[in-house]
Each structure stands twice: as C-alpha cells, then as structure tokens.
C-alpha cells in the first residue's frame, strides 16, 4: 500500500460568514462549533487513516494561525507550503504533488486532498469511503468523492456518474455547474447526481501526468516553483515570481474536466462546507425555539435564529429566521434567506477602505497577539499576550512613545543600553526614537497593556533592527 498523505488546502477567505470570517482570520481558523477550529477538526478526523503528517496549503499572510493551530494539536512538523499569491485549487494540488514526489524517494504517494472548512458529522463514513477509494486511487485513477444530496441545493456544483465500474464506484460522467432550483430538483429525482465536495484523492504523479498534458502552464510553473523550495522554520516556501507567474483555475477546469481517469466515490457524511449562515444553522445544535445560540443571549418568543454574540449580552423579542452576529467592531443582522448577499457588505467595506473586512481588533502574530482596547486622537491602547519564549525583536518609533504596564507574567525589557525586568503591576515608559525590545522569559504568557502616544501610530512607524519569522515585503509594517 502506497502512503497515503493528506494534503489539506486553507486558502480562501469566507467572506459569507462576515463578520466572524475576515481576510485575515477565515472561517477555516474560527471555533465555530467545540473546542477546535474548522483546521484542526479537519486534521483530527484523519486519525482513524493511516497517513502520515498532514500537509497544509495556505496563503503568505496566514502562516502563523495555521502554524499555532497545528502546533495546538500537535501536528506541526514542517509541514506548511505558503502560496505567494492565491491561485486557486489546481496549482496549490500540484505544489503539494511536486513537493511529495521530491521527498518520496523514488515511491510516487497517494495524496488525499481535503479543504480545512467543511463540516463532516459522520466520520465514520468519511473513513471508510477513503478506504474503499484507495484501491482506484492505487491504480491510478482520479477518485473525487461525491456528496449524496439530501435536499435540491442551488449553492453547489454536482457531478454526474457514469457506468458503475465496481460497487459504489462510477464513471465520471460530467460536472456541472450550480443549478437553479428546478435543475436541481430534477438531479436530486434522477439520483444520478452528487454534490461536489472538492476532495479527491490520487497518485501525486498520476495528477501531475494529467495536469502535464491539460493545463500545461500550471505544471510549468509549479514546476519550477518548488525548484526553488526556501525552508523557513516552520514554512516551506516556494518561488514567488515563478508561481506569481502561474495562471488561476481549479483542479476541476484544469483537469478532472478533460481526463479520462476520473471516478466518483459516493460518500454521505454528513457533509457541508458551511458556505454561508444558514448552511452553519442547519448543521448546529438548536435550543427548543430552533435558535443557534452562542455567547450571551437571552431569546424571548424567537425562533429560526442564528445569534451569535462574542462580548455583548444580545437579546431577541418576537423575532424569526435572523441571523445576528455581535463581534467587537460590527454587528450583522440579515434574514436568514438572504444570507449569500452577506458579501455586499464585504465589498462594501472594501470599497470604503475599511479595516473591518480585513481583520479582527484581536490580531494573531508569531509571538503572540494583540487586541486593540481604545483609540483615539494621539493614542492607542492594546492587551498584549506574548507567548513563553517569545520576543519582540529591537525595533525604533520615530513619532510614538510607548508606555508598557504589566497585568500578568514577567518581562525581560531592553532599552537603550539598559536590560531589566519588569513584573506584575509594574510599567515602563519607552521615550521616541529610543530602542527597544520586549521577551517573555517566563513559562506563562506575558500580558501587558501597551499605551501608545504621539502625533502618528501607524504600523509603518517601526524601524526593525533584526527579522524573523520570514517576513514578506508587504508585511514589514507589522510588529513582529
């Protein structure tokens, strides 16, 4: 048996499940049901395999959450390939096929290939349809997994089979696009359609051999992309200008379309990629008004709601089918019904050059994160958690003072040329244009407020006098 790695792809920013999901934290990251994030639970639901250690596909930008996730779980070894730019599914599938083929030693591996934002509730039958797919896959066919419909859903490809080649294994016939609603009902009646779930499994060089002969500029590309592998801590990063160079399409357009070795394994799973609010109401758990209710929220007299409140009490009178999201920096309230138009308000916020499509106030770093508490004109005020070990690295504001109070844990402060400690209940002042630098030395997170003060308090105001965790052009006006 041929090993078997898991190859799971988290791009993609979720923009229909705004305002929880945002640029630069997506519904892939979030904790949207249970203790772990959609990432981790879709690494987790591996381990009834026998695979190896999963390997993660994502963007430059989200390196570190999906770094923190897995080392949450145990499963960061390396193992990360960042994407420059996004590129769709084609192109990231082969930077992983091309990266496995080079660590493989001669053995040409099977490559499972799963998204880090579905929902699956039965596991069960999620293991034991890749089980029965890896025998096909192992002969050198392209297995994509097809989701038996349970309703006529119009916000889903599908694909139909074909002739019946072993028991419960098909032909790929045709995929099809999103239907309207009748289309719909007519695939669900013919019970000749699934839907398409976007996981398949194959040969690494049975993919690359498909995608030589169908989109030969994608293979080109990332051909000479992992040519250039850059290891860099926990990253593997590849060439930027040759994969900037890489056309876009998914691995449905650039292959599985045209080739003539795909199958379809029927699953039904329990499945959902949780593509909007609605989709997150119908998998969740409901009160006995048939609300989804997370956080602090009194429901009196409402049913067929989504209410989700992050750090207000919310509360609902005589209310139906809404959805109502409380974050820090914005409120969402949408009938459930309309939901998909969640984006126009994302390509709102774009337009209006506000932060609140591209991030949370709570930002996630290497050494830790921040959340930003109150501003103003001439200030800022931010809770700071650095991680044990951690560090900022010497840095210099030339328009910013910055005043540091210590809530929990020790600092290890350098100033200028002086070094000290500063412990709980204790602060320090950091004047203009002085260098500086902040470690936690300790075995508990270090939290601090920093209060910062002067006529600019941009990001871009840091002048960095060393540089870790790779960062890239775009991000060195980010404290690192």
């Not at 080392?71 to 070894?77: E, N, Y």
């Not at 126009?344 to 709570?362: A, C, G, M, P, T």
């Not at 075995?443 to 002048?463: A, M, R, T």
Request: hydrophobic residues 40%.
């Amino acid at each position: 048996m041929s090993k078997l790695i898991p190859v799971i792809m988290a791009g993609g920013t979720g923009s229909r499940l705004w305002p929880l999901s945002r640029e630069h934290h997506p519904k892939q990251f979030l904790n949207l049901e249970g203790e772990f994030s959609m990432l981790q639970n879709t690494v987790k639901r591996l381990q009834q395999l026998s695979v190896t250690e999963p390997v993660v596909i994502c963007n430059d930008k989200h390196r570190f959450l999906v770094a923190e996730q897995l080392r949450a779980i145990d499963k960061l070894a390396n193992n990360i390939i960042l994407e420059p730019v996004g590129r769709n599914t084609a192109p990231a599938i082969a930077l992983a096929a091309f990266s496995a083929l080079q660590n493989a030693k001669g053995e040409d591996p099977l490559l499972l290939i799963l998204a880090a934002d579905h929902v699956i509730r039965d596991e069960d039958a999620f293991v034991s349809a890749i089980k029965h797919a890896e025998q096909f896959a192992e002969q050198g066919k392209l297995v994509t997994f097809g989701i038996v419909p349970s309703h006529a859903e119009t916000g889903y490809g599908y694909i139909r089979r074909g002739d019946e080649i072993a028991e419960n294994v098909y032909k790929v016939a045709e995929f099809v696009e999103k239907p309207d609603i009748s289309t719909a009902l007519s695939y669900l009646s013919s019970g000749q359609y699934y839907w398409n779930s976007g996981m398949f499994l194959f040969r690494a060089g049975r993919f690359l051999d498909e995608l030589k002969q169908f989109s030969p500029d994608i293979y080109s590309a990332c051909q000479k992309a992992v040519g250039q592998i850059n290891p860099d801590f926990d990253f593997i990063r590849v060439d930027r200008e040759a994969f900037m160079a890489c056309p876009s399409d998914s691995i449905d357009y650039a292959v599985m379309e045209h080739t003539k070795h795909a199958v379809v394994v029927p699953m039904s799973a329990g499945w959902s990629d949780v593509g909007s609010w609605s989709s997150l109401w119908e998998i969740s758990n409901k009160d006995h008004q048939s609300n989804v209710l997370h956080g602090d929220v009194f429901a009196h007299r409402s049913e067929n709601n989504y209410i989700y409140a992050e750090n207000s009490f919310v509360s609902t009178v005589g209310v139906t089918n809404l959805v109502i999201i409380q974050t820090t920096d914005a409120l969402l309230v949408a009938d459930k019904d309309c939901v998909q138009d969640v984006k126009k308000v994302v390509d709102y916020l774009k337009e209006s050059d506000r932060d609140e499509y591209k991030q949370h106030r709570e930002v996630f770093r290497p050494w830790g994160k921040y959340n930003i508490i109150d501003s103003g004109d001439n200030y800022l005020v931010k809770r700071i958690t650095v991680k044990p070990g951690e560090k900022f690295v010497a840095q210099m504001h030339h328009q910013r003072a910055e005043h540091w109070v210590v809530v929990s844990g020790t600092a290890r402060v350098t100033k200028g040329d002086d070094v000290f400690l500063v412990s709980e209940n204790e602060s320090t002042f950091i004047p203009l244009q002085t260098i500086h630098a902040l470690e936690n030395p300790g075995l508990v997170p270090l939290e601090l407020i920093e209060i910062q003060s002067g006529s600019y308090l941009g990001e871009d105001d840091i002048i960095r006098l060393e540089q870790r965790f790779g960062f890239s052009e775009e991000e060195t006006n980010e404290r690192s």
